[in-house]
């Protein structure tokens, strides 16, 4: 079984970052990069926190945090080739590291594989906007 791990983006890890973005077949709007440019400025960006998705010791994707329009959003990007459990690893990791409660994501409404991973940590439909699905995780109760 493969270790995953999340990593705070280095400025030595960028442009594995950023190639992992760009092989990502997932819809996430807010992870898609029109060059190199646009990431390094995203990366830059106040509110936004980066880390690399880390598999056995290879980058394979991007989990992020950001605020957006006073809420906070998650975002992923992994690389085919990591196969479907670094999805689903990366967003259980990313959502310890993100205690804040309510926790939003955005997906184009044609990801099912996306879709399906959210429900499995227990995100649920929120609103749809255009072509895309919001979704959120909850508070809970303790």
């Known amino acids: 079984m493969s270790h995953f791990a999340l990593q705070e983006l280095k400025n030595d890890d960028r442009d594995a970052a950023f190639a992992a973005t760009r092989a990502s077949t997932s819809s996430w709007p807010r ?25 056995d010791a290879v980058i394979v994707g ?14 992923l990007a992994v690389t085919p080739e990591a196969g479907d459990d670094a999805a689903t690893e990366a967003l259980r990791l990313l959502t310890t590291h993100e205690p804040e409660r309510p926790l939003y994501a955005c997906v184009a409404a044609e990801d099912e594989p996306s ?12 609103r749809r906007h255009a072509d895309d699905v919001v979704y959120v995780l909850p508070p809970t109760l303790e």
Request: charge should be negative.
């Open 31 to 55: 992870g898609v990069f029109e060059d190199r440019q646009a990431f390094d400025r995203w990366v830059g960006t106040e509110g936004v926190v980066v880390h690399t998705i880390v598999q």
């Open 62 to 75: 991007v989990a992020a945090a950001m605020d957006r329009e006073g809420d906070r959003e998650i975002l």
């Open 115 to 126: 879709h399906a991973m959210l429900a499995r940590i227990g995100f649920v439909e929120d």
